[in-house]
C-alpha cells in the first residue's frame, strides 16, 4: 500500500547499543568452536563497531567492507578447504555477522542483524544441544527479541526492554509446545549432508592402531545408553559388540572389506534372549552396538557376516533401536573355509617371536583348544601389566609388549593374542566395542561412556564357531567384573569420574545424567517414531499428518483465544459506572441521542428529555444518580447505588 | 502492493464500514482492524523456514524447539500488534481556523483505557504524526494538511497504523472522524487601501464618519490609519525616528467605522474580491476601528474586537457556500 512507512530511519543510538549487544551474545557460544582468527577478527570487529559508535566515527566505506569481507571469506576458504558446508557455512554467518555491524545505518540493516543472529542461535546446535546449550540459546532468544523490540520502539529502559522481551516469549511457549508436539515430523535428512556434518564426533574408528583404544578412554563423554526390558545381566556379560577387525598389517587391525546384508548369518533362538532399548550417541560411524550376539537386526539396518550391526548412514544423530540379545549364543560353526583362511593371514616376517613361540604350542597340541589354553597360560605367565600409560611400541608389536615392555592397554592384549593364536594357526580376529558400563541410580539406565572401550579376541574353534577370549581378563580380571579404576595400577591418570575421591562428583554426575537422559529422550529424540508412540498413546488410532495438523490448528486455535483474551482483559476492567453510562448512550444513540464528549449528565439528560418526554423523568433520575456516584465524596453505600443504577439502565428502554 | 489506485481507494470505503464522516468519538471495533506481516515480518517468517529446513534436514531437536519458539513470537506479535490498536478512541478537538495557503492543524484526542505505543497517524495527502497513548488520559495528535480553498476542508480519512512490538506484523485501520477546519480566503497581497472613502459616503450606519471632532488622545500609528489622521504636527516637532502617532477621536458617534464594501472591491474574479475583501477586514480590525461587511447577500453590521474579526472572515470564507 502506498501509505506504508517506505522509509527505513536511521539507528538511534539505543538501537545500534542493542545491535551490538546481540552480536556479542549471538557470538559467545560458537566462539570455541570457530578457527581462533576468526573469533578474534569478529570480537575486534564488534569491539571497533562499539568504540565508532561512542566516538559517533562514521563508518568505514564500503570499498574496504567489501575487502574485508573477501579476505575473511578466503580466510574460510582456506581455513576449511571449501566455502560450502557446514563449518564454512557457520563460520562464514559468523563473518557476515560481525561485518554486518559495521554497515547498519538503517533499522533494516538492523532487522538483517537479529535474522543472523537467529541463525546462529540454530548453528549452535550443530556442536551441542545439551541443556547450557539451549539456556545459552534462550540468551540469544531473548536479547535478539529485545533488540527487534528496540527497532521499533527506542525509548524503554535496556532493563524494560529485557523484561518486555522475556514476557512476550514466554506468551510464544504454548504455541511452541503445541507445535513441537504435534507439529508432523519428518525424519531427515531431506537431502545429501555436506561432507564434514559429524566432524568432532567422538566414538571408536573403523580400525586399531596401539594407543587407539586407550585414547578413547581418557573421553568421559557418554557413549550411549541402555535400557533393558528385564533385569540387566552380569557385568562380566556386557560385552557390546562393535567393529569386528579381520586384516592385520603387522601394526594396524581393519576390518573386512564386504557389503552389508539383511540378516545375520545365524538363526535367532527361539527363547531367551535379553530384550533392550540403545539409544547411541552421535559418532559418525554407521556402527551400530549390540551386547554379544544379537539375535536379529534391528529396523532400519544391516549386519555383516562378522556378526556386527551397521545403520544404513553413519550415526550423524543420536539414534535409539531396540535389539535383543543371546549371551550364550555361539554362531560361526559353519564358517567358511575362505573366511577361516582369512583369519589366519599375518604379514610376512613380522613378530618373529611370537610366531616361534606359536609354532611350539602347535607341535604340543592335540586340537585347536589346546593351543588356546596354552596361549592363555602364556599370557598369565608373562604377568603383562594392564595399564592406561603403554610405552610406545616399534615395529613387531605383539613381540615388543609380550617379551619387552609388558605394559599395554586392552589394544595391546587384544592385537597380541590375535596375533598369537594366528600364528599357532587358530582363526582369530579382534572385536572393539565396549565392555561394562555404568548404571545410574538414578533412573536406572546403563550409560556407556568412552572410557568403557575395550577390544577383544575371537578364535574360532571346530565344532563351537567363534568364541569369545579376552586376553585383558587373563591380566586383569578386574577391568571385566569391576571397571578401569579398579584395573589399572595406581598412578595411572584416570578420567576424572572415575576416581574415587570424587565419588560426591559422581554422584552429581549421575543425577545430571538422568536430567540429561530425559532431555535427549524427549526433546532431542522426538523423532517421527516417538511422535507417533505418544500419539497413541495419548488416544489418537491413527497418528498421521493430517490428523496431526487438524489437531495441531484447532488447538492452537484454543491458544490464540485463550491469549487474546487475557491480552485483551485490562480493556474489559474499564470502570463499571462508565460501562453502565456507556451502555445508556449506545441504547440512545440507536434513536439518535448518543452522549457527545464534552457533555455532561445533566446536560445530556435534558437533551434525551426534550427529545423523548416519554423517559425524561427516568433520564433525569439516571443522571442524578450517576452523578452523585461520579461525583460525590464516596458513600458507605456506593456498590449498592452502583447495583442501583445498574438495575435502572437495564430496564431503560428509551 | 501495486493495486491499482482505484481497487484501493474502493478497499478502503469497504474497510472503513461506515459511511465518513463518523460522529466522534469513533472506537476502533475489531472488525475495522487489519493485520498483515510487514516486509520484515515476511523476511522473519522466510528466515524461519529456512531454520525448519535446517533443523529437520540436520536431525536437530532443539533446533525445531528454537524455531517453533520463534513461530510461536510471531503469533503472539500479531495479538500484541492487533492490541496495540483495536479499541483506541479516536475524537476530534478543536480545529483553528486558518487561512488557504496555511496549513491546517487538525487536533485528534486519542483515548484508550490501557498504553499504546508507537502509533502512527497518516493523512492521504499530508503530514503524518506520531503518537504514544497513555492509559486513561487522552494524547494530543496534530495533523497538518495544507489549506488551499477557502470554505470548509474536512479532515479526509485518517490512516492509524502500529508495528509496535516487533516491527513484524503491521495492524492498521481507517477512520474518517468529523472534523472540518474552517479555511478563510487568502488575504490579497496586493490590496488597494481600505476604503475610507467610499465608506464615509455610504455610512448611513452611524452618522458617517470618525467623528472628528472630539480628539481624545494619540495612539501608535498603523498602516490602515487614514493619512488624515496623522498626528503630523506631533511628528514634524520630533525627530525623525519617532514614531507616527494616530490622533483619535471620540464624539456622540464615538468610534471612526469603515465599511468594507464588496462594491468598492476591483470588479473580476469572486476569489480575488475575497481575498481583497479578507485584507481590508485584517486591516480594519488592526486599526481598532469599528467596521462592517458588505457582502452581495448578506452584510455584517460595523463592530470590532477578535470576533466580529472571526464573524466577518467566516462569512467571507463560506461566501457563497453551503454553510454547513
Known sequence: ?654 | MALPAALRERFITWALRVRPPEPSPIVLSQRRVYVLPTRAGLGYAAALLVMLIGSINYNLGLGHVLTFLLGGLGVVAILHTFRNLVRLKVSHGRTPPVFAGEMAVFHLLLGSDVERRALRLWLPEGGDARVDVPADEPADVRLALPAERRGWLALPRIGLETTWPLGLIRAWAYCAPDARCLVYPRPAAKAPPLPWAQSRDTGKHGGGGRGRDDFAGFRNHQPADPPRHVAWKHTARRSEEAPLLTKQFEGATTASRVWLDWQATPEGDVEARLSILTRWALEAHASGFEWGLRLPETHLAPGSGQAHLDTALRMLALHGRDAH
Open chain 1, 1 to 654: 500500500m502506498a501509505a506504508t512507512r517506505t522509509e527505513t530511519p536511521a539507528l538511534a543510538a539505543a538501537q545500534t547499543g542493542w545491535l551490538l549487544a546481540i552480536g556479542f551474545v549471538a557470538l559467545a557460544p560458537l566462539a570455541p568452536h570457530l578457527p581462533g582468527w576468526l573469533a578474534g577478527a569478529t570480537l575486534a570487529a564488534l569491539v571497533w563497531r562499539g568504540w565508532l559508535a561512542w566516538r559517533q566515527r562514521p563508518l568505514p566505506s564500503r570499498w574496504r567492507l567489501t575487502l574485508l569481507v573477501l579476505a575473511g571469506s578466503a580466510g574460510v576458504g582456506y581455513q576449511f578447504g571449501s566455502l560450502f558446508g557446514q563449518n564454512p557455512g557457520v563460520a562464514l554467518l559468523v563473518l557476515f555477522l560481525a561485518l554486518k555491524q559495521l554497515e547498519t545505518r538503517t533499522v533494516r540493516d538492523g532487522l538483517a542483524i537479529v535474522l543472523l543472529a537467529y541463525f546462529l542461535a540454530l548453528a549452535q546446535f550443530f556442536y551441542s544441544q545439551t541443556i547450557p546449550a539451549a539456556l545459552a540459546t534462550a540468551a540469544v532468544a531473548i536479547t535478539a527479541t529485545a533488540t527487534l523490540l528496540s527497532l521499533t520502539d527506542a525509548r524503554p529502559a535496556p532493563a524494560a526492554q529485557l523484561r518486555r522481551a522475556a514476557v512476550i516469549l514466554g506468551q510464544a511457549l504454548p504455541f511452541m509446545l503445541l507445535l513441537f508436539v504435534l507439529f508432523p515430523r519428518v525424519q531427515g535428512p531431506l537431502w545429501g549432508l555436506p561432507k564434514d556434518a559429524g566432524s568432532g564426533l567422538t566414538g571408536l574408528s573403523d580400525s586399531m592402531a596401539p594407543g587407539a583404544i586407550s585414547h578413547l578412554s581418557r573421553s568421559d563423554a557418554i557413549a550411549f545408553r541402555v535400557r533393558f526390558d528385564d533385569a540387566m545381566p552380569e557385568r562380566a556379560q556386557l560385552y557390546w559388540r562393535g567393529p569386528v577387525l579381520s586384516e592385520f598389517d603387522g601394526r594396524t587391525w581393519r576390518p573386512r572389506r564386504e557389503l552389508p546384508r539383511a540378516t545375520l548369518p545365524y538363526a535367532e533362538p527361539a527363547s531367551g534372549g535379553i530384550g533392550y532399548e540403545v539409544t547411541l550417541e552421535a559418532h559418525g560411524k554407521p556402527w551400530l552396538f549390540a551386547l554379544e550376539l544379537p539375535g536379529a537386526t534391528p529396523e532400519l539396518a544391516f549386519a555383516t557376516l562378522d556378526f556386527q550391526l551397521l545403520a544404513k548412514a553413519p550415526v550423524l544423530a543420536r539414534q535409539r533401536y531396540l535389539a535383543r540379545s543371546y549371551p550364550l549364543l555361539r554362531a560361526g560353526a559353519d564358517e567358511s573355509p575362505a573366511l577361516r583362511q582369512q583369519a589366519l593371514a599375518l604379514p610376512a616376517g613380522s613378530n618373529p617371536r611370537i610366531r616361534r613361540l606359536a609354532a611350539s604350542w602347535r607341535a604340543d597340541a592335540r586340537s585347536d583348544g589346546d593351543v588356546l589354553r596354552q596361549a592363555q597360560a602364556f599370557f598369565l605367565r608373562q604377568g603383562l601389566i594392564y595399564t592406561l600409560n603403554p610405552p610406545l611400541l616399534g615395529e613387531h608389536s605383539a613381540d615388543e609388549f609380550l617379551f619387552d615392555t609388558r605394559q599395554g592397554f586392552c589394544e595391546h592384549f587384544a592385537s597380541a593374542f590375535a596375533v598369537a593364536m594366528r600364528a599357532a594357526g587358530v582363526p582369530a580376529r579382534v572385536v572393539t566395542g565396549y565392555q561394562g558400563g555404568e548404571v545410574n541410580p538414578v533412573d536406572g539406565w546403563l550409560t556407556v561412556r568412552q572410557y568403557d572401550a575395550h577390544a577383544w579376541t575371537e578364535v574360532w574353534l571346530a565344532g563351537r564357531g567363534w568364541v569369545r577370549v579376552d586376553p585383558t581378563a587373563i591380566s586383569a580380571p578386574t577391568r571385566i567384573d569391576l571397571d578401569l579404576a579398579a584395573a589399572v595400577p595406581a598412578g595411572d591418570p584416570l578420567p576424572l569420574l572415575m576416581r574415587a575421591e570424587f565419588s560426591w562428583l559422581r554422584d552429581l554426575r549421575f543425577r545430571w545424567d538422568a536430567v540429561t537422559n530425559t532431555w535427549n529422550q524427549w526433546v532431542l529424540g522426538y523423532t517421527p517414531e516417538r511422535q507417533r508412540q505418544l500419539l497413541q498413546r495419548l488416544g489418537m488410532p491413527a497418528p498421521d499428518w493430517r490428523a496431526m495438523t487438524a489437531l495441531l490448528a484447532a488447538l492452537c486455535g484454543i491458544a490464540l483465544l485463550l491469549l487474546t483474551a487475557w491480552i485483551l482483559r485490562r480493556q474489559r476492567r474499564a470502570d463499571p459506572l462508565a460501562r453502565q453510562w456507556e451502555k445508556l448512550s449506545r441504547r440512545l444513540a440507536r434513536r439518535g441521542l448518543g452522549r457527545q464528549a464534552a457533555e455532561g449528565p445533566f446536560d445530556y439528560a435534558e437533551r434525551v428529555a426534550r427529545a423523548l418526554p416519554a423517559v425524561a423523568a427516568e433520564m433525569r433520575g439516571l443522571a442524578a444518580l450517576y452523578a452523585r456516584l461520579r461525583y460525590a465524596p464516596p458513600a458507605a453505600d456506593r456498590a449498592k447505588t452502583l447495583d442501583q443504577l445498574r438495575r435502572r439502565v437495564a430496564c431503560f428502554r428509551p
